[in-house]
C-alpha cells in the first residue's frame, strides 16, 4: 500500500480502530491511546500491507492487538494488593520505568529486519502466513528469524537481570 493510498483512508480506518477502543475499555481516553497506537502500527508497516486485501479487518485486529498490549502493560505496572490500591509506590515506579528502559534497549539489540518480524508477530499479532505475504519472505525463514529474534531477547533480558 503506498503512502497517499493510506492517507486517503487513514480517517475511516481511525474511526473503526477508536470504536474497538472504545468497545474494550469504555472510555474515550484509553481508546485514544488505543486508536494512535494502531495507526501508528499501519503507518510504520504500510509498504507490507497489501492494498488488495481487506485494511479494514487488518486495522481492526492491530487495535484488538493494541488494546491488549495496553491493558497488560497497566495491569502488569499496577500493584497487586489485597486491599485494592491503586497508586504506585515511588520504589515501584522506578521498578517499573527500569524494567521498560531495559526493555527498550533490549529490543534496539534485534537488527531492523529482526525488529520488523517480531513486532510484525508479537505486537501486531500477524500469522507467520500473513507475514510471508506481506513480506514476501518464505514462510519458513519467517519461523526462523522471529524465532532467532526471541531467543536472543530472552537470552539478553535473563543476563540483564542478574545483574
Not at 494512535?36 to 503507518?43: E, G, K, N, P, R
Not at 506481506?134 to 528469524?145: D, F, R
Amino acid at each position: 500500500m503506498t503512502r497517499p493510498e493510506f492517507e486517503q483512508i487513514a480517517a475511516q480506518l481511525r474511526q473503526k480502530v477508536l470504536k474497538t477502543g472504545l468497545d474494550f475499555f469504555g472510555n474515550r481516553e484509553d481508546a485514544e491511546d488505543a486508536a494512535q497506537d494502531t495507526m501508528v502500527q499501519l503507518w510504520r508497516y504500510l509498504e507490507h500491507i497489501d492494498a488488495e486485501r481487506n485494511v479494514e479487518t487488518l486495522a481492526v485486529r492491530v487495535a484488538k492487538n493494541c488494546c491488549v498490549s495496553i491493558y497488560r502493560k497497566r495491569k502488569s505496572l499496577s500493584p497487586t494488593l489485597s486491599q485494592g490500591e491503586g497508586v504506585l509506590t515511588p520504589q515501584e515506579q522506578l521498578e517499573a520505568k527500569d524494567t521498560q528502559r531495559m526493555l527498550d534497549e533490549t529490543l534496539s539489540l534485534l537488527k531492523p529486519r529482526e525488529r520488523q518480524l517480531f513486532d510484525m508477530r508479537a505486537l501486531m499479532a500477524l500469522s507467520v502466513d500473513e507475514i510471508t505475504q506481506q513480506t514476501g519472505i518464505p514462510k519458513p525463514s519467517v519461523t526462523a528469524m522471529v524465532s532467532a529474534a526471541r531467543k536472543k531477547l530472552f537470552t539478553e533480558l535473563k543476563r540483564r537481570m542478574k545483574q
